[in-house]
């Protein structure tokens, strides 16, 4: 079996971390025993005799109050672990090896840090794998955030379409990408996958599917970055397989979240990786944030502990029947406002709808139309790094039935009234002259339809002369040529 290597890919900024002094002692003082005999004059700790704050009370919805007080909470008002905190991360490898089928043994060594949320952990992986020119995969659509992040680092992306018809990236066209990759241009690093419910489109990569991106990772050698913060989100009673418990060489990182299952305003997720690769993110960690933050950390904490694993494993099952409600009436919505405006996924998982809408170029102009019509949605072109996109996403997450019902009508009430409002773009133009409509090239025209064809306005470029607004009552021998598109104006 091969391992990994990590050191032949880190990235230039990850060669030259070092670790802090002060956070290496830190971890040493915190990690000794209990009532150890040693009189620390090393850090610049606060005295936690000066702290205001006496204890602190969690009232929970099932009526239990998780209540934080002495020890736990001097803890977790003064500093802690660059990695976060040794008992919340004993507690969650536990419940990724009973519940992913993670392994912590054997020949890969692996280390769980604690993030602010899995969207720094998804950064910091980046940014210590991609220096500027290297290569990374990500499906098309991607969550925006991802295409940012790998803009900022100055990578080349490159887009793996989503296969329509069984979702998830198209295996095959991820083949045939590697097994044609120039022999001069070194291959990629790492491909992002968002396996379960992806945001943007919904849509989970199936278990065959994750086995053939497994190996063609190990054939390619490249990393993957398992990004799976809808995992317990899925509405199926039996999850796919994660890529880390399918992992035998150490070259899957995993990122999870509590966002979906607690509270986003707790930021905390986790990260597990090799240890190799483990040990340079928790270097990161110490230069940008010293540590998680220690109170969220300790309300997870008393949190999971007062459920037990399965329990938790039962509010992820809630959660999920919750969403799966929503994504119910929204696709029941979309059956009865859009079934001649377009097409739609159809989610196993996750929060997110991918639409795309029929003879549209793109949606970022249909926007702020919606606002004015009282509904707001995400344009698809956000999503991918073309400019243009005929998709945009919903999210049924957070609305009431009745008011997706309402919203999904406004929506639909906004691109009818779009579609009136169609531009025609060719690359020759009929040329009023004389009374006649005389076909002659030009650079550029721009036709708007309006009230269905009845009148035609148009600016075309012609040897510097511009066409004048023409009605199309009365005109006769109007003959239009050259290849058509549709875009919304």
Same mark, same amino acid.
């Given at each position: ?17 070092? =670790? ?14 209990? /009532? ?13 005799? #000066? ?71 998804? !950064? ?8 500027? /020119?290297?290569?990374?995969?990500? =499906? ?30 198209? +295996?095959?066209?991820?083949? &045939? ?8 241009? =070194? ?7 968002? =396996?379960?419910? &992806? ?30 913060? !809808? !995992? ?29 299952? #607690? ?38 904490? &008393? ?8 329990? $938790? ?24 406002? $859009? ?17 795309? #809408? ?15 019509? /009282? +509904? ?22 957070? #609305? ?14 906004? +691109? ?6 169609? &531009? ?10 004389? /009374? ?54």
């Amino acid at each position: 079996m091969v391992v990994k290597d990590f050191r032949t890919i880190l990235s230039s900024r990850a060669l030259l971390r070092k =670790p802090s002094p002060i956070r290496a002692i830190t971890s040493k003082l915190l990690s000794l025993p209990e /009532g150890a005999d040693v009189l620390s004059l090393a850090g610049g700790v606060p005295s936690p005799r #000066l702290f205001p704050f006496s204890g602190i009370d969690v009232k929970l919805t099932n009526g239990t109050t998780l209540q934080i007080e002495g020890d736990a909470l001097r803890k977790s008002l003064n500093y802690g672990k660059s990695e976060g905190d040794a008992a919340l991360i004993s507690w969650w490898r536990n419940f990724m090896a009973t519940s992913m089928e993670v392994s912590f043994k054997g020949d890969i060594e692996r280390r769980c840090l604690v993030t602010n949320g899995s969207e720094q952990g998804n !950064y910091m992986v980046l940014n210590c794998l991609l220096d500027p /020119g290297d290569s990374i995969m990500i =499906p098309r659509p991607s969550y925006p955030p991802f295409v940012l992040k790998a803009t900022t680092l100055g990578a080349e992306m490159i887009e793996i379409p989503e296969d329509t018809k069984s979702g998830g990236i198209d +295996v095959r066209r991820l083949a &045939s990408l590697l097994d044609t990759w120039p022999s001069y241009k =070194p291959k990629p690093k790492v491909l992002l996958v968002c =396996p379960t419910g &992806s945001n943007p489109s919904g849509t989970s990569i199936p278990e065959e599917a994750r086995r053939e991106i497994y190996q063609l990772a190990c054939q390619h050698d490249f990393v993957i970055i398992e990004d799976d913060p !809808y !995992y317990l989100l899925n509405f199926a009673p039996v999850k796919e397989t994660t890529f880390l418990s399918m992992d035998t060489e150490g070259r899957v990182v995993r990122l999870d979240s509590l966002s979906k299952i #607690l509270c986003p305003g707790l930021r905390l997720g986790f990260l597990t990786a090799p240890k190799q690769l483990g040990d340079i993110l928790e270097l990161h960690m110490q230069e940008i944030m010293l540590h998680p933050c220690a109170i969220a950390q300790t309300i997870a904490l &008393s949190y999971f502990q007062e459920l037990g694993p399965e329990e $938790f494993r039962s509010v992820g099952r809630e959660v999920a029947s919750y969403y799966e409600q929503q994504r119910d009436v929204t696709l029941a919505a979309l059956d009865k406002h $859009f079934t001649h405006l377009g097409t739609w996924t159809k989610p196993k998982a996750g929060m997110f709808i991918w639409l795309t #809408l029929d003879g549209f170029e793109d949606t970022t102009s249909l926007f702020d139309a919606a606002l004015e019509n /009282g +509904v707001a949605f995400l344009t698809g072109s956000s999503c991918q790094t073309s400019k243009t996109s005929p998709n945009l996403r919903i999210s049924y997450s957070l #609305l009431p039935p009745d008011q997706i019902e309402m919203a999904v009508a406004r929506l639909r009430k906004t +691109v009818e009234d779009a579609k009136e409002k169609i &531009s025609l773009k060719y690359d020759r133009i009929c040329k009023f002259e004389n /009374g006649m409509v005389n076909e002659k090239c030009c650079k550029k025209a721009t036709f708007k339809y309006e009230n269905v064809c009845k009148k035609l306005k148009s600016t075309a470029e012609d040897n510097n002369q511009y066409m004048t607004p023409v009605d199309m009552d009365g005109i006769k021998g109007v003959t239009l040529t050259g290849p058509v598109t549709l875009k919304v104006e």
